[in-house]
């Protein structure tokens, strides 16, 4: 039986898979998550402008800026306990998820979106891990940093030493 956080990760791999296959992406304004990402895709601005984004990818990558910035010592210093890596695992999960459920994107801006959250994923599974947890939250920091330089966001502030 699949949980909620496997069904997004495994929709989300898929889409990768499919992405870096070489089929195109049909144009038009509506889209799945079944097709997302392409290992030859990097993250670029919009003909050199950040994306605009929605309402729905600002709340949610603000309340990871949230989350993550409550713990960032602890993270920056290897004092973080592991059982902690796991809460804040499951938090930066439940903000995925309400992204994927919301999302309403063009799909040239979704795909770009898809570059900035799979290494959020990959975090969010290294956390869960337990092997080395602090690559994880490093790898969710990095991702959420770069998620700033490429969408417009009021406000945003990169993840860092002054959180």
């Not at 003909?47 to 309402?55: E, L, N, R, S, V």
């Not at 459920?101 to 956390?127: F, R, S, T, W």
Request: negative net charge.
């Amino acid at each position: 039986m699949f949980s909620k956080k496997n069904l997004v990760s495994s929709v989300l791999a898929i889409g990768l898979v499919v992405g870096s296959s070489g089929v195109a992406y049909a144009a038009s304004d509506e889209h799945s998550h079944d097709g997302h990402g392409s290992g030859d895709v990097e993250l670029t601005l919009n003909a050199g402008k950040k994306w605009p984004g929605d309402d729905s990818l600002r709340k949610a990558m603000g309340e990871i800026r949230t989350v993550m910035a409550s713990r960032l010592i602890e993270i920056h210093e290897n004092r973080l306990p592991a059982k902690e890596y796991k809460i804040l695992a499951q938090s930066v999960q439940g903000q995925i998820d309400y992204m994927v459920e919301n999302c309403k994107l063009p799909v040239a801006e979704d795909e770009q979106l898809h570059i900035v959250l799979n290494p959020i994923i990959e975090g969010i599974e290294a956390m869960e891990e337990g092997a080395n947890p602090r690559s994880g939250a490093v790898k969710i920091v990095k991702a959420h940093n770069a998620y700033g330089k490429y969408f417009n966001h009021p406000g945003w502030k990169p993840l860092g030493k002054n959180h």
